[in-house]
DNA sequence: GTTAGCCTCAAACAAGCGTTTGATTCAGCC
DNA sequence: GGCTGAATCAAACGCTTGTTTGAGGCTAAC
């Protein structure tokens, strides 16, 4: 008889989840995980085979779904609000905001992203690009669509810059400190909207 | 009789750097530092006391050239074009850029930048808090002065984005793969201009 | 009741970690 | 020459790391 909700797998995802958004991934030991999953040692090898793999498994769990809704969201805009580049910074950005204030650990995934990037841990980098590479291509195609007049390099610099303003925003790893009044949730969609308006001025600036 | 240029103090900066730059601080061993280095391992608490110390010194060394060159390319900004917006943020990007190209391994220095707002190190992050916030406020005054009605919110948000972005193109983390037709140095130059552009009609963006 | 297969467990493994030790080298100074 | 103090060294310290082992519990099928 056990108490948990979830299976092992689960608790050893969730748990290695909060601590490389906390920690990063090689500061974050199998036993620091397996302790707060309350789960043997063994279970991770067990159960994942290797730390490696851990790693993965804790992306693919959300990414998946994060680019179908990024994508969904991108359809709706470009069909009820054509031609205008608002919508389409919001179907970038609010899916992140969204995974941000899920309940069940999606805050610390934001942050597990942004360790993702910085950690030129070779093959994961590789991964993230071959396997969502096209989300982004996507989203090109349609801010493209929705400013007159920029060139292609200009638009991928400016994406760059918007991934990684939106991706130190939404870790909290920048000077802003969340006031002690205000909820984490109304924090991160005043960011989500600062970043939008600031994004959305500066693609359509002229060179 | 040794035939090595420098000391082994900097010696032991450089290759931890350079280590630092490419796998982050936890997964870089004393002993990979010291193996590169060409020095015992010993040195590093001889000269350093310990590896956090080792650390923060990587940092000091460029980030007080840095700040004093983003300070007095402020100043003269101020002086020169005062009220004018992008002479103030190039003044902010401009000592990146600089550094990224400087071939002493500035542009490992960038990178490891990117790596210490992404590993979060809590020591690290008051260290570079109390040693260089004064520059960020400097600049946030200089910018409140250039942009009217700009709220206090709003512009501790958008000068995230900036370091955010800043950060992720400089230490090509992005999209943006250099083409081989272009040298190293023009590519960054490119980028500071994209981003200035990018930031001066967001700071600009009304709410 | 027995068997099979999945799962969990305490314990141990070799390897690597940051740090410390005590001896040794070497230059500069009285 | 003798002394001093900084610098370097090989070796070892105690500890943590990721991973493996083998015994045993449990459920379900026969």
Redesign the pocket.
């Known amino acids: 008889m056990t108490t948990h909700h979830f ?2 797998k689960d608790r050893i995802l969730s748990a290695a989840e909060a601590l490389f958004a906390r920690q990063g991934f090689a500061a ?5 995980v397996t302790s707060r999953a309350d ?9 994942f085979g ?3 793999n851990l790693v993965n498994e804790v992306f693919r769990r959300r990414m998946d779904q994060m680019s179908e809704e990024r994508l969904a969201a991108l359809k709706v805009a470009c069909c009820e609000r054509p031609g205008e580049l608002e919508p389409v910074l919001a179907a970038f950005v609010e899916p992140a905001l969204a995974m941000a204030q899920d309940r069940h650990g999606g805050a610390d995934f934001v942050r597990v992203i942004a360790r993702a990037y910085a950690e030129s841990n070779d093959g994961l980098r590789k991964f993230l690009s071959d396997r969502y590479g096209h989300v982004l291509r996507e989203f090109a195609k349609a801010i493209t669509g929705c400013v007159e007049g920029l060139g292609k390099e200009d638009l991928y610099w400016r994406l760059d810059f918007l991934a990684g303003a939106l991706v130190y925003a939404m870790s909290d790893f920048g000077l802003i400190k969340r006031p002690s009044g205000t909820s984490e949730s109304s924090h991160r969609q005043r960011a989500a909207a600062a970043l939008i308006r600031f994004a959305s001025a500066g693609f359509k600036a002229t060179n």
């Open positions: 299976s092992t974050t030991s199998l036993r620091q789960v043997n040692i063994a279970a991770v090898n067990y159960h290797s730390k490696e």
